[in-house]
C-alpha cells in the first residue's frame, strides 16, 4: 500500500507571507495522482490543487503552487500571500484506486 | 443540485448496539468511499467501492460493513465488534481515476 508522509504537525506564518507545506510519499506505480486538501474548522475538505503524476510542470492554482519531484518522491505545497482564511489543517494525498491521506499539518495565520 | 449527503450529522451509539451512517450521492460517480477521522488526525480509508454489488476493505475495515446495491448510495454500519467507534466519518466519491474526490459533510459518532 502507499504510504503518505507529512513530517510537519503544526506551522504558522505571519499574514501576506509564504509558507511551504512538506509532502513525501512512497509508491511502486508510475502512474498516479496527488493532492492537497484543506480542512477548515468547519470539517469541510476543500481540494485545494491536484497534479498528475505524468505532467513534469508543477501545478498552480491562484496563491498556491505545488512542487513536485518524482524521482525523490515529494509533493511540496506553497502558499503565497497568506490570508487569515488559510488557517486550517491541510491534507496532503495519493490516488490510484483509492486514496491515501497523510497525517495533515495544522497551518496557522497570524495576523 | 449535484453532490453528496451523509447523514445523520450527529449520531450517538449505545454499547452493543449497530449503527448505520447515510451516504447519498447524484453525481452519477461509479466509486465511493468511507473515511474515519480521529481528533487532529489524518484520514483512514475504511472500505471502498468501485462498482455496484462490489467493495474492498482499506486499512481500517474491522467493525465496519458496508453494501452498495445501488450506484448512489453506500451506507456504513458499525457494528457492536468496533470497540472504539467514536470519530468523524467522511463520505465521498468521484468518477474516473484521474478525478477529484467530492466529499460529503460528515458524520460524527459518538458512544454513549
Known amino acids: 500500500a502507499q504510504t503518505v508522509t507529512q513530517s510537519q504537525p503544526e506551522m504558522s506564518v505571519q499574514e501576506a507571507e509564504t509558507v511551504t507545506l512538506s509532502c513525501t510519499y512512497d509508491t511502486s506505480e508510475n502512474n498516479y495522482y496527488l493532492f492537497w486538501y484543506k480542512q477548515p474548522p468547519s470539517r469541510q475538505m476543500i481540494l485545494v490543487i491536484r497534479?498528475?503524476?505524468?505532467?513534469?510542470q508543477n501545478a498552480t492554482e491562484n496563491r498556491f503552487s505545488v512542487n513536485f519531484q518524482k524521482a525523490a518522491k515529494s509533493f511540496s505545497l506553497k502558499i503565497s500571500d497568506s490570508q487569515l482564511g488559510d488557517t486550517a489543517m491541510y491534507f496532503c494525498?495519493?490516488?490510484?484506486?483509492?486514496?491515501?491521506f497523510g497525517a495533515g499539518t495544522r497551518l496557522t495565520v497570524k495576523p | 443540485d449535484g453532490g453528496i449527503t451523509q447523514s445523520p450529522k450527529y449520531l450517538f451509539r449505545k454499547e452493543g448496539q449497530n449503527v448505520t451512517l447515510s451516504c447519498e450521492q447524484n453525481?452519477?460517480?461509479?466509486?465511493m468511499y468511507w473515511y474515519r477521522q480521529d481528533p487532529g488526525q489524518g484520514l483512514r480509508l475504511i472500505y471502498y467501492s468501485q462498482i455496484v454489488n462490489d467493495f474492498q476493505k482499506g486499512d481500517i475495515a474491522e467493525g465496519y460493513s458496508v453494501s452498495r446495491e445501488k450506484k448512489e448510495s453506500f451506507p456504513l454500519t458499525v457494528t457492536s465488534a468496533q470497540k472504539n467507534p467514536t470519530a468523524f466519518y467522511l463520505c465521498?466519491?468521484?468518477?474516473?481515476?484521474?478525478?477529484?474526490?467530492?466529499f460529503g459533510s460528515g458524520t460524527q459518532l459518538s458512544v454513549l
Open positions: 497534479q498528475e503524476a505524468y505532467k513534469q
Open positions: 453525481l452519477n460517480h461509479d466509486a
Open positions: 465521498a466519491s468521484r468518477r474516473d481515476r484521474d478525478e477529484k474526490l467530492f
Open positions: 494525498a495519493f490516488m490510484r484506486a483509492d486514496m491515501r
